[in-house]
């Protein structure tokens, strides 16, 4: 493109000549003046994503208009285990929506300590198995050491990838992120992989902090709205079924596969 411009521009005065090259020139992306906040394409193979310069909280990766955020590290795993965690997000509101059954297989992606992965296991019971998910293997260490102290026996840590679940195909009736979709590095890769291990009409359910609610006191990359989490989840396919609106805090946002 940029030669047959030049090309054109050979044909015409020498003012039109510079007006046009400078007008190459800053729409060529290795060579544009333009500021350096500006998303450039993700070298490489993969074009879904675009790279930006990090805000405080992300990783200069944006996917489908979203700056995708820092992960929490295995250092900051006592968050997790907060004290006022049941009272703030209410889990026990969330477990009854989810309509879980004995003997079902559940993913919990992203499980880091296994806060929920033990109260998902208890709601399958012994018949049913939860495949507990994460990609830190100081996390997964934790999530078994819990697992261990509390006698669950029905579940299976899996260390993934940053692109990949590493679940077998169609073995998971329902898939849950509680507050780990916006962290994801990969959140196209992880959801083709979470889709791949759903059983025809199985669910995935996005849990994230409330992005429309300004009260809610969490930084804004690690909040995420329901219009964006139905955007990014019906572009790979999924029928959104419900919004559970009983909880606090968080949006609870349940797709299905077709």
């Not at 544009?32 to 990783?59: L, M």
């Amino acid at each position: 493109m940029l030669r047959i411009r030049l090309h054109n521009c050979l044909a015409s005065n020498t003012y039109r000549l510079l007006s046009i090259l400078l007008t190459c020139l800053s729409a060529c992306p290795l060579l544009s003046t333009a500021s350096s906040d500006a998303a450039t394409p993700v070298a490489g193979a993969d074009r879904r994503y675009e790279r930006v310069v990090p805000s405080a909280d992300g990783i200069g990766k944006r996917y489908m208009g979203r700056e995708i955020a820092g992960v929490m590290g295995w250092q900051g795993a006592q968050w997790l285990e907060r004290e006022s965690r049941a009272s703030e997000e209410r889990p026990e509101l969330l477990l009854r929506e989810l309509e879980l059954a004995p003997g079902m297989t559940v993913a919990d992606i992203g499980a880091g300590t296994g806060y929920y992965t033990w109260q998902l296991a208890k709601q399958v019971g012994s018949g049913g198995r939860v495949y507990a998910v994460d990609v830190q293997p100081e996390m997964i260490s934790m999530l078994d050491r819990q697992m261990e102290k509390r006698g669950v026996r029905n579940v299976v840590s899996v260390l993934a990838s940053e692109t990949n679940v590493k679940l077998p195909p169609a073995s998971v009736d329902l898939a849950i992120m509680v507050d780990v979709y916006h962290e994801l590095a990969y959140p196209s890769e992880v959801l083709d992989s979470i889709i791949k291990a759903l059983k025809p009409g199985g669910r995935v359910v996005f849990v994230e902090y409330r992005a429309e609610d300004p009260s809610v006191a969490i930084k804004p990359l690690h909040k995420m709205s329901e219009r964006q989490i139905r955007r990014e989840a019906t572009a790979h396919g999924l029928k959104w079924e419900r919004s559970i609106k009983s909880l606090p805090i968080q949006h609870a946002i349940v797709f299905r596969k077709p």
